[in-house]
């Protein structure tokens, strides 16, 4: 059983910084793409990064300049660097990724497994 454990959320003033972190376990060959995804109250879940396994990255607009994801590749992990956080970036973060295993990998069959998600709250 493959699953994410993140971690890092928590409570912070406006501008301050958080790192959350996203590791992945279990029966794993390879992560293709990874990502964090926001789900804020009473709105859908929103896309937040996203990075290959190149490690080219994209970013919502909402965040460009302002977060940062990478990934350790060694330690199937993903970190998603928050800075100059605002009270519209209070949500529960999701990570995400997609993997192979075994036999899988042969035929490029990849599966989306997400986290529990992690609450980030910013006050003004």
């Known amino acids: 059983q493959v699953q994410l454990v993140e971690s890092g959320g928590g409570s912070v003033q406006a501008g301050g910084s958080l790192r959350l972190s996203c590791a992945a376990s279990?029966?794993?060959?390879?992560?293709?793409?990874m990502g964090w995804y926001r789900q804020a109250p009473g709105k859908q879940r929103e896309l937040v990064a996203t990075?290959?396994?190149?490690?080219?990255?994209s970013y919502a607009d909402s965040v460009k300049g302002r977060f940062t994801i990478s990934r350790d590749n060694a330690k199937n992990t993903q970190y998603l660097q928050m800075n100059s956080l605002k009270p519209e970036d209070t949500a529960v973060y999701y990570c995400?990724?997609?993997?192979?295993?075994?036999?899988?990998?042969?035929?490029?069959?990849?599966?989306?497994?997400w986290g529990q998600g992690t609450l980030v709250t910013v006050s003004s």
């Open positions: 995400n990724a997609n993997y192979c295993s075994g036999s899988g990998c042969l035929s490029n069959r990849y599966v989306e497994v």
């Open positions: 279990g029966n794993i060959f390879r992560i293709n793409g």
């Open positions: 990075i290959n396994s190149g490690s080219s990255t």
